[in-house]
């Protein structure tokens, strides 16, 4: 089941200097205190839910399922390539995709953005701040998602299934890496000697001991 973060909740915006130190590990908004975000962690549970009905996605609340139906209706559609938007400034952000213009640059290594909230996580990179922490082991992430991915070593959660042999993983990735072994697909290709690999880091070893020349003493 899908839920949208609820329209119109203070505090959403998000920057590299900001002093919100209290993160939601569901949508990522940052909150100026912990009774604060208390408040706003109770829009993900599954009361008073709003159902989409285009498609199976549910909201918080009205105004989050009003902007939503902008996507079905065309409110906000990009004449590049149709593609439909929820909102204005998401419009806008999407149609960087086409011009490659990418305004939101950072002040470490200068390297540029679409918008500001990719910026945001790019540079905690440089920062090396963790703000989401797993609740069972008190881990940390510099993205949320990653804290969902963890999660699942203690969950013991394999949503991914290979549909050749119905083995389960715990990570889509890995689930591709273990689908070309049925399918024989090689798709790293050494620059040296073109021999080909299923995975990179199959690739990577093979450098290290086909290519990487030694001096002798």
Known sequence: MEFEVEAGIADITEHPHSDKL??????????????TLAVHQKCHTEENCYSCTQCEKRYLSKNALYKHMNIHTGKYRCTECGKCCDSSNNLTIH????????????????????????LVRHSRAHSGVKPYKCQLCDK????????????????????????????????????????????????????????CFSNTSHLQMHKRRAHTSTRPA
Do not use: M, W
């Open 22 to 35: 209290y993160v939601c590990t569901v949508c990522d908004k940052q909150f100026a205190s912990e009774g």
């Open 95 to 118: 149609r960087r995709s086409h011009s490659a213009e990418k305004p939101f640059e950072c002040s470490v290594c200068s390297k540029r953005f679409a918008d500001d909230a990719k």
């Open 140 to 195: 940390a992430f510099s993205r949320s998602e990653l804290v969902n991915i963890h999660a699942r070593v203690h969950t013991g959660e394999k949503p991914y299934e290979c549909y050749v042999c119905g083995k389960a993983f715990s990570q889509s990735g890995t689930l591709h890496h273990h689908v070309r072994e049925h399918t024989g697909d090689k798709p790293y290709r050494c620059s040296l000697c073109d021999r």
